[in-house]
């Protein structure tokens, strides 16, 4: 590469850099304050840019146009930031932190479809920043925009520190983020501190958006694009260190342009196409980083947030009562119904296994895992890779496949375990991604993006309605043995350790391997509701690894409730139905999926099987 | 000033307090004594809605404020110095004050920081200092300071007296006289017998979430039996 090019390259990178570390700095903010992760951060990043474009289209293209549509989108996506958190998230602060993840996850579905509906299905290519032309460096040319962006990113930090260190808001965020109920005993009202927060956190995504109108078409894909590259931006940083992210941010930019730039390598012989690792490199980056600073870059080791969150309730082994009825359902409901209801409830099964598995290491283990896809996409991949590559009979490919996931899981896991809480939840989101890039790029091995069809049961299981029973033995063993487990000694120690692992491993536990094979357990179990779902619907696509079905799995969990043992089958089972039901008789199935999870979660904080206990509890209490 | 009946509270469900009755009039520096967990902390928690309590009335300055939020109580006029201190470890020392400043309130005492290191002289010096390389007596110094910028007329001291050096002890009585001569109420729970004999006018005991004791200092001292029932370890 020639000297004017890697400029080229360097200048490119630092001009993304600004946009993402403006983006990562509201995320760090407000995690800081009200510890909650906001998915929906990137959905205000998106807003940014749409809102740009038609605030263009309106004032005009001149540069008077061009700035005030672009600061009046960061604030009008501010105020969406306030609705947000006013409308939302003010309900339920006192609910388990994961609630408030799926309700930010319920915000990014409805924002998708209200941007389709105001903005269409296609790309919208912004117009140049009027009055910039380019400039030229080392015989080069150079947009002066992408200099003006680079200029930026210092220019917010700066601002960001002064805010921060020199005003009285600034040190009741600094305080608050320590510790916000000692805040409130001195009089300060938490609920206008949140909202503030989220303001200037939406207004900095907003801008970083607005920002990028000239350089990048604003589309849908952007809101999952974004959280997933502010997410890596703020874990290398360290949470809740602005520098940190600043640096990260630049790290993590120049290393994407670079692997642009440098395209295709011949290395001893083998063909390296470093612009197909653009996907992969940041979290490369994050992954090496965790490992060897498992706080970031210029993290601190947290401060135990005081949370005034009660102790996890026992788990309790679902009576074998209602676990039958169930089983005569699932049994008999198909006889009853149709084609459709069969195939319905094979996805079911399978999506109960998945939950059921990620319930195990967000649950009693106490891991949450924001990459659970990882191992249900590469279980499904490892099945019809065995079947189709391989040869292998299709019973052989189903069976093997699981413990191939595991072996991704053995891998992965090793890693993650090191670390707790939202920083383990990235590490998982990021070798989901990995994974993901890999499957989505090997055109010859993974047939890439097509994804891999061709992949049907042996002949005996040809039938729906037997390869529904099938599915229905292997997930529901898999179930009820994660179940049995959990009241093995193997899971009083995994309990033990997520309440007090000082404790645990006082009492001379090595608490990281239960976890470690914990981990390697689900992410098993996750690879054989992959494998029978491949075989299941004949193909399998990448999407089956993509952060979309990590976070249904999510989803899953969090709506039936984390605390019960049943809550993620009934999540899982609610959830497929819902995604189906409205997929086939709306076009906004999102906004409505989204809706009906904002409403479960402002109803029953606890989840739906937890909200239900606790209503039958209150019932009885009132009886006797 | 501040009036408490019949006060229940429950951590999960511990039945924690179990009908708490206390009062403490304008000026008036009132200790609430007991052992470790007989309710002490509690019942400040409950009083400043930290803990929202079961059942029972609190009033302050003649508000009923059981119901309300902790920034609303302590907008009120109520200021919370809680057990462990609690200083924001980042902050300085001045913005850890800052954090703490609220509007003067008519009638009552308002504190500057100017005033606030005239009454604490260790922290004078430590002004840029952050909370959390300070030694444990002058953390004490701070969270103090720093609830009085909310310009309280009655202060909650949850135990200001644990794990202090017998110097220290000594400047906090001191700082609690100084208080209660600006005309201020003080509400303080304490384990220390002899440190609460030197600041206060009042005392109840409490034991098992229960008021077994209400009188003045004198007739504690008067009743050893009282004493070894309920104090000693």
């Not at chain 1, 109108?213 to 940083?237: Q, S, Y």
């Not at chain 2, 000033?1 to 708490?20: D, E, F, P, T």
């Amino acid at each position: 590469m020639s000297l004017p090019s890697i400029l080229i390259q360097l200048l490119n990178g630092l001009a993304s850099a600004s946009s993402l570390f403006l983006v990562s700095a509201g995320l760090s903010l407000i995690f800081g304050v009200t510890r909650i992760v906001n998915f929906a951060h990137g959905s205000l990043y998106m807003l940014g840019l749409y809102g740009a474009y038609s605030l263009i289209e309106a004032l005009g293209r001149t540069p008077l146009g061009f700035w005030s549509a672009v600061i009046l989108a960061a604030l009008v996506v501010g105020l969406v930031g306030v609705a947000i958190e006013v409308l939302v998230l003010r309900r339920i602060y006192r609910a388990p932190e994961l609630f408030q993840l799926l309700a930010t996850f319920a915000v990014v579905l409805v924002i998708k479809d209200v941007a389709l509906f105001a903005w269409g299905p296609e790309d919208l290519v912004g117009p140049r920043a009027p009055g910039f032309g380019s400039v030229e460096i080392l015989g080069k040319r150079i947009p002066a925009y992408d200099l003006l962006l680079i200029a930026i990113g210092p220019v917010v930090l700066g601002v960001m520190r002064l805010l921060l260190k020199r005003t009285r808001w600034g040190a009741l965020v600094r305080a608050a983020t320590q510790d916000r109920e000692m805040v409130g005993a001195l009089g300060v009202d938490q609920a206008r501190l949140f909202t503030s927060v989220f303001f200037v956190g939406a207004v900095l995504a907003g801008l970083g958006g607005a920002l990028q109108i000239p350089r990048e078409p604003a589309n849908l894909d952007l809101d999952l694009a974004v959280i997933a590259d502010a997410f890596v931006v703020t874990v290398v940083g360290g949470l809740g260190s602005l520098g940190g992210a600043f640096l990260a941010a630049i790290l993590i930019a120049l290393a994407k342009a670079f692997c642009i730039g440098i395209g295709t390598v011949h290395l001893f012989g083998t063909e390296i196409v470093f612009s197909k690792l653009t996907l992969v490199v940041e979290f490369v980056i994050m992954g090496v980083v965790l490992v060897l600073r498992p706080y970031g870059l210029r993290g601190k080791k947290p401060a135990t947030p005081r949370t005034s969150g009660e102790i996890a309730p026992a788990l309790t082994s679902p009576r074998w009562q209602v676990a039958a009825c169930w089983m005569v359902l699932f049994l008999v409901v198909p006889l009853l119904g149709d084609r459709y209801v069969v195939v319905l409830l094979t996805d079911i099964a399978c999506f109960a296994l998945f939950a059921a598995s990620l319930h195990f290491i967000m649950g009693p283990a106490g891991m949450v895992s924001f990459g659970h896809a990882a191992y249900f996409g590469l279980g499904a991949y490892a099945a019809a890779l065995l079947f189709k590559r391989a040869g292998l009979p299709m019973e052989a490919a189903l069976l093997l496949a699981p413990f191939c996931a595991g072996l991704f899981a053995v891998v992965y896991g090793w890693f993650c375990v090191r670390l707790s809480g939202v920083y383990l939840a990235m590490l998982t989101l990021a070798f989901a991604q990995i994974s993901w890039s890999i499957v989505f790029q090997w055109d010859s091995f993974t047939d890439g993006s097509n994804g891999i069809v061709g992949i049907w049961p042996s002949a005996w299981l040809s039938d729906k309605s037997v390869y529904y029973y099938m599915t229905l033995a292997l997930c529901g063993i898999g179930i009820v043995f994660l179940w049995r487990v959990l009241f093995s000694p193997f899971g009083y120690v995994l309990r033990a350790g997520r309440d007090s692992p000082l404790r645990a491993e006082a009492l001379g536990i090595d608490v990281r391997s239960f976890q470690w094979a914990a981990f390697v357990l689900a992410g098993m179990l996750a690879g054989l509701a992959g494998a029978a779902f491949a075989f299941s619907k004949g193909s399998i696509s990448p999407s089956s690894v993509s952060i979309g079905q990590s976070t249904d799995g999510l989803v899953m969990v969090l709506l039936g409730g984390v605390e019960t043992l049943t809550g993620p089958v009934v999540g899982a089972a609610l959830f497929t139905w819902l995604r189906d039901e409205l997929a086939r008789d709306t076009q906004s199935w999102r906004a409505v999926l989204g809706l009906v999870i904002l409403l479960i979660v402002l109803l029953f904080p606890q989840g739906l099987v937890g909200g239900l206990k606790a209503l039958i509890g209150r019932w009885r209490e009132a009886r006797a | 000033m501040l009036s408490v009946k019949n006060l229940h509270a429950y951590y999960g469900r511990a039945h924690i307090l179990q009908g708490v009755s206390l009062e403490a009039k304008a000026g008036e520096v009132v200790a609430l004594l007991g052992r470790n967990g007989a309710g002490k902390s509690t019942a400040m928690k409950a009083i400043m809605g930290l803990l929202p309590p079961a059942e029972g009335e609190v009033s302050f300055a003649g508000r009923r404020i059981e119901r309300l939020a902790p920034y609303r109580i302590a907008r009120l006029g109520l200021g919370y110095v809680p057990e462990e201190r609690r200083i924001f470890t980042e902050l300085t020392v001045l913005e850890n004050l800052e954090v703490g400043r609220q509007m003067p309130r008519p009638g009552v005492p308002a504190w500057t920081e100017t005033r606030l290191f005239a009454l604490f002289p260790n922290l004078a010096r430590l002004r840029e200092r952050p909370g959390g390389l300070m030694s444990g007596g002058e953390q004490q110094m701070l969270t103090i300071a720093r609830t009085l910028m909310g310009n309280p007329s009655c202060v909650l001291l949850d135990e200001p007296s644990e794990g202090l050096a017998p110097v220290v002890v000594e400047q906090m009585a001191h700082s609690i006289r100084a208080l209660k001569a600006e005309g201020l109420s003080v509400l303080l729970s304490e384990q220390n017998l002899h440190f609460s004999r030197a600041v206060a006018d009042r005392a109840y005991i409490i034991e098992k979430g229960q008021i077994r004791f209400g009188g003045s200092m004198a007739e504690l001292a008067a009743d050893a039996s009282l004493r070894e029932q309920y104090l000693s370890v």
